[in-house]
């Protein structure tokens, strides 16, 4: 691989991040050939930062570091495209893409994921989900076998609205057994992918 960094004036080439499990953009930022050469070697992403004239590896104050897992280049050698697995937040606000609520999944299960993993660490007296953390993970388990129970009993009759209640019940409890287990639903995409690459 041969970036033409000469392209550019300034002898910087821009660079895409992306999430290597979900495949989001992460954030954009632009690399020297020295950066990107450490880049390589370390394999953990440094930019260039025009703002401080210098290397500047993402995370370096933070931890917020992003671990490359491979790297593009475009057909005319001078823009980059780094699939990435950050090991935090990316954006300096604390959101997980610099590009917002625009490009994060769009699906509401992940807004609930972000809200019940709030609740467990940010528990109040009045929230069902935090009084469920609390009585811990055993309890929990045991909900969301009730309501594997509850679904298949209505899955029998032609009720369709209880039925999608009962599955949002088995749904929502499914997730906070996830964060119970410090796992998301990414993990458990990630299993859907690695199984999907056996079958091809």
Known sequence: MNPNFNKS??????VIIQDNLTSIVLMLGYMNEEAFVKTTQENRVTFFSRSKQRLWTKGEESKNYLNVNSIL????EDTLL?????AGAVCHTGNDTCFGEANSPSSFL???????NERKMNPTDDSYTASLFKKGINKIAQKVG??????????????????????ADL???YLVLLAAKDLRLIDVERIFKERNLKEK
């Not at 280049?73 to 005319?76: E, P, V």
């Not at 780094?82 to 950050?86: E, K, L, S």
């Not at 992940?110 to 019940?116: D, G, M, P, T, V």
């Not at 009993?153 to 009720?159: G, S």
């Open 171 to 173: 749904l929502y409890h």
């Open 73 to 76: 280049l475009d057909c005319d």
């Open 82 to 86: 780094i699939r990435a697995t950050p």
């Open 9 to 14: 004036p300034n002898g910087l080439l821009p």
């Open 110 to 116: 992940f807004q609930l994921e972000k809200i019940i």
């Open 146 to 167: 009730e309501e594997a129970v509850e679904l298949i009993i209505e899955a029998k009759d032609n009720d369709n609205i209880l039925f999608l209640n009962e599955a």
